[in-house]
């Protein structure tokens, strides 16, 4: 009998993956059933700011669930917090997304949001990579402001905050409502897996993930029905595509260089180690 494994999906752009693995029979090839799910039952009401009570996190913890992507940072910060599961792999695609602001406002560049809110989702891929692109623009660490938002594009167009750090679809759909993109931002993300999760069973959810990158790498319009598929079609021709690069190991130094990012800025308590963390390392 084919291994069933529960998976619950990162974002819809990023994890398109994912999804044309399950529907190409390339999980099935490797002897594993598949169940997807793409968003969390509750929608935007299910993204809260405490991410343990969010509901792949919820659902690792309580056995409901062997796999889900999310970005680096973050599954660092869960499997260290949460005391479940482990890193298998470095996911599918390297993310991408941008911080916009409203067409009239007054913000040109990252200098000008110091000290100013920006909505994102606590803890997650924009939240961490927004950090970055601040700081590399000079902004310091201390004068960087954000808010966390359920429905970060709302925030955005209703005005109650400046800006927001968005991902695909946001970014196509503030863009459509006239909003400005102020900055790039892109991450990777990492695959973290339960515990029950053996090496070879590892070993061929990334071999399934890897068929589905080539099948989607062999022409780009392709890739775009796939991977935007919750856009309009006349906007996949100019939304975000993530950049397709294969599952690939978490080498220690890679590793550590994310851990010492987090523990500087203080979203790490301890430390954790490589071999706790990142299964069978």
């Given at each position: 009998?084919?291994?069933?494994?529960?998976?619950?999906?990162?974002?819809?752009?990023?994890?398109?993956?994912?999804?044309?693995?399950?529907?190409?029979?390339?999980?099935?090839?490797?002897?594993?059933?598949?169940?997807?799910?793409?968003?969390?039952?509750?929608?935007?009401?299910?993204?809260?700011?405490?991410?343990?009570?969010?509901?792949?996190?919820?659902?690792?913890?309580?056995?409901?669930?062997?796999?889900?992507?999310?970005?680096?940072?973050?599954?660092?910060?869960r499997v260290q917090s949460l005391g479940k599961?482990?890193?298998?792999?470095?996911?599918?695609?390297?993310?991408?997304?941008?911080?916009?602001?409203?067409?009239?406002?007054?913000?040109?560049?990252?200098?000008?949001?110091?000290?100013?809110?920006?909505?994102?989702?606590?803890?997650?891929?924009?939240?961490?990579?927004?950090?970055?692109?601040?700081?590399?623009?000079?902004?310091?660490?201390?004068?960087?402001?954000?808010?966390?938002?359920?429905?970060?594009?709302?925030?955005?167009?209703?005005?109650?905050?400046?800006?927001?750090a968005l991902m695909e679809?946001?970014?196509?759909?503030?863009?459509?409502?006239?909003?400005?993109?102020?900055?790039?931002?892109?991450?990777?993300?990492?695959?973290?897996?339960?515990?029950?999760?053996?090496?070879?069973?590892?070993?061929?959810?990334?071999?399934?993930?890897?068929?589905?990158?080539?099948?989607?790498?062999?022409?780009?319009?392709?890739?775009?029905?796939?991977?935007?598929?919750?856009?309009?079609?006349?906007?996949?021709?100019?939304?975000?595509?993530?950049?397709?690069?294969?599952?690939?190991?978490?080498?220690?130094?890679?590793?550590?260089?994310?851990?010492?990012?987090?523990?500087?800025?203080?979203?790490?308590?301890?430390?954790?180690?490589?071999?706790?963390?990142?299964?069978?390392?």
């Amino acid at each position: 009998m084919a291994r069933v494994i529960r998976l619950q999906s990162d974002s819809n752009a990023h994890d398109r993956p994912w999804r044309v693995a399950v529907e190409q029979g390339f999980f099935a090839a490797e002897g594993l059933t598949v169940e997807y799910n793409e968003d969390n039952p509750q929608g935007v009401a299910g993204r809260v700011e405490n991410f343990s009570e969010r509901w792949k996190e919820s659902q690792l913890q309580q056995g409901a669930l062997e796999v889900y992507p999310v970005c680096e940072w973050g599954a660092i910060e869960r499997v260290q917090s949460l005391g479940k599961g482990r890193i298998i792999g470095l996911d599918t695609t390297a993310r991408t997304g941008a911080i916009m602001v409203r067409k009239d406002s007054k913000v040109t560049s990252l200098a000008d949001l110091r000290n100013v809110p920006i909505a994102v989702t606590w803890h997650a891929g924009t939240f961490y990579a927004a950090i970055e692109v601040m700081e590399a623009a000079g902004v310091p660490f201390g004068e960087i402001k954000l808010e966390h938002a359920n429905d970060r594009l709302d925030a955005l167009l209703s005005g109650h905050n400046e800006a927001a750090a968005l991902m695909e679809p946001l970014v196509s759909r503030a863009r459509e409502a006239g909003c400005r993109q102020i900055a790039d931002l892109r991450w990777r993300g990492g695959i973290v897996a339960g515990d029950d999760v053996d090496e070879e069973t590892a070993a061929k959810i990334m071999r399934a993930l890897n068929r589905a990158v080539a099948w989607l790498s062999e022409n780009e319009s392709r890739s775009r029905e796939e991977l935007l598929r919750d856009l309009k079609p006349e906007l996949r021709k100019t939304g975000l595509l993530p950049e397709l690069m294969g599952v690939q190991d978490y080498k220690p130094a890679e590793f550590q260089e994310k851990v010492d990012w987090m523990m500087d800025r203080g979203f790490l308590k301890d430390a954790p180690a490589y071999d706790e963390i990142v299964r069978g390392k």
